[in-house]
């Protein structure tokens, strides 16, 4: 039985806080597809509201799978200033409960008694140790004890559903599946101890700890109420493991209401991400090595794209969380910051090939690249800047510089020394073809002060463009915002500035729309944070 929303009798039944798109980019639509091609049938809930949706294709066989989405459902609801994003008529807002993982599983607690639930993706992966919560400011316990589900899956998780699938049916036990997350009464031995949940919720200085301890690559334990959170080390993804996912016959069907409208013709290249930002929880998520797919793979896939009865000869993006780290791919595992090691093959030359390759597809008309470019990176080949700029965007490139202030950048852990560099470059290399920059700027971020704001307002308005300013909203287990909840850059335990305060952020956010806003107006000199 194919993969459904109607019927009953599934093996496996999902229940998303998204609708589902039959497409690689849709995390229920990922997990379905897998599923299926192991010859287990899924049947799907999505946005359940009332007890008859839950119930609507009965009970599964195995298991429930339970999932808010690619996106946290606390961020998707409310604003940086905490506003309801309903209450925001131009908000392009995607419906969902607050804390929907919590919500899906209380209500098929209750409607199906002794069923087994699996929880997974983003909400579920980055919630999974004691963690600050923004919303409800204060520190709150691993998301698995509060939805009372049988085991979590963190990261992609693809290998570990197919695990959990395979042994349930088998009526074996879930325990150690490498990249999952269960609750046990004893401490295995080799788990290594974070501090308890009860120790981290009052101690700032324990809750600092427990983030330098954050791996993905470790058997992890933590206390709370005398019970242990257990996560197991992450299993290795490998160029084949992606091949093959991408390769699952995906219809790219999309929902009427789908969040992926722009991006049904996207192509991924690669996963995780070294980078390192503070502010981003990609690496504990997704991690932070690049597993890279194959040339052909990713050929392979655009081929049966330009067979796609709604494909126009346009391939949306051809990307990963970065543009432009496909291929840089190091087989060493250790634990060294990758952008500060001579190791790594900055020569973007796998990349050009596969963008070369790409273009030439029969059906294809263009290539279009629009992930995130890393532009210190890219600086390292300006062969890959000059192809990029001549063949795969239209108008505007996209970085994210986010700050000019270099203490604020080194809290973001991101280097901005050589942005002026690849302004240059890119100025010159598209000279005459009428394309620029355009910007990401991130307001707020812990280190944040009258003296970087001011100086990220004139910087703002001198370069214009701005694509986007986020507020900095802090969100679970990232590195900046243990320090928004601590005070202190746990690095090095030194204080930091934090700015808390509504109407502050609220008069930052005003001062960078007149800046940008109104360009050639000069914007006052320097702002006074009350
Ligand atoms: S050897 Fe260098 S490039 Fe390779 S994983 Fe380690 S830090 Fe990264």
């Not at 019970?227 to 016959?249: F, G, I, K, N, V």
């Not at 990029?388 to 490139?397: N, Y």
Request: with cysteine; proline share 5%; hydrophobic share 35%.
């Amino acid at each position: 039985m194919p993969i459904s929303r109607a019927g009953s009798d599934f093996d496996i039944i999902l229940v998303s806080a998204e609708f589902w798109d039959d497409h690689p980019l849709s995390p229920v639509g990922m997990i379905a597809r897998v599923l299926d091609a192991k010859g287990f049938s899924v049947g799907i809930i999505e946005k359940p509201v009332e007890d008859e949706d839950f119930t609507r294709v009965g009970a599964p066989r195995l298991f429930f799978g339970v999932t808010s989405g690619s996106i946290d459902s606390m961020l998707n609801n409310y604003t940086p200033l905490k506003r309801p994003r309903s209450q925001d008529a131009h908000a392009d807002w995607n419906p969902m409960p607050d804390r929907a993982l919590i919500v899906y599983c209380n209500a098929l607690r209750r409607l199906f008694k002794g069923c087994k639930i699996v929880i997974g993706g983003i909400e579920a992966s980055l919630r999974r140790f004691a963690h600050y919560d923004y919303w409800d400011n204060a520190v709150r316990r691993s998301v698995l004890f509060d939805t009372r589900a049988d085991i979590l899956v963190y990261g992609n998780g693809e290998k570990q559903v197919i695990e959990i699938a395979e042994r349930a049916r088998g009526g074996k036990s879930l325990d150690c599946i490498q990249g999952t997350c269960v609750i046990s009464d004893e401490l295995p031995a080799g788990f290594e101890s974070l501090p308890p949940f009860e120790a981290v919720k009052k101690d700032k200085a324990r809750f600092c700890e427990m983030q330098l301890a954050f791996s993905n690559s470790k058997d992890i334990a933590q206390e709370s109420n005398g019970r242990y959170l257990l996560q197991h080390a992450y299993p290795e993804y490998t160029t084949a493991d992606l091949d093959w996912l991408y390769s699952l016959p995906f219809s790219r069907r999309l929902h009427p209401e789908s969040q992926l409208g722009m991006a049904q013709f996207s192509v991924v290249t690669h996963r995780g991400c070294i980078g390192e930002c503070s502010f981003c929880s990609l690496a504990l998520h997704q991690g932070s090595r690049i597993i890279s797919r194959s040339e052909d793979g990713i050929i392979h896939e655009i081929e049966r794209l330009t067979k796609h009865p709604q494909f126009k000869g346009y391939i949306d993006d051809l990307g990963g969380p970065s543009a432009n780290m496909y291929g840089m791919d190091c087989g060493e595992r250790c634990a060294n910051p990758c952008l500060e090691c001579g190791k790594l093959d900055r020569s973007h030359s796998r990349l050009i090939a596969l963008m070369r390759r790409a273009r030439t597809v029969k059906g294809v008309k263009k290539v279009f690249v629009r992930s995130g470019v890393r532009y210190d990176l890219a600086l390292e080949s300006k062969d890959y800047i000059e192809e990029l700029s001549r063949f795969h965007i239209s108008g505007c490139l996209k970085v994210a510089p986010e700050h000019f202030s270099a203490k604020v950048l080194g809290l973001m852990n991101k280097d901005g020394r050589r942005f002026g560099e690849f302004v240059q470059v890119f100025g010159k290399l598209n000279e005459g073809m009428g394309q620029s920059l355009r910007h990401y700027l991130m307001l707020g971020h812990p280190g944040e002060d009258e003296g970087t704001l001011s100086a990220l307002l004139r910087k703002a308005e001198r370069i214009g463009n701005i694509e986007q300013f986020q507020l900095f909203t802090p969100t679970p287990m990232t590195l900046s915002t243990c320090m928004y909840w601590t005070g202190v850059d746990p690095r090095t335990m030194r204080k930091v500035n934090i700015i808390y305060d509504y109407k502050t952020k609220k008069m930052m956010k005003a001062a960078l729309m007149r800046a940008v806003g109104k360009r050639g107006r000069t914007s006052p000199d320097s702002i006074t944070l009350k």
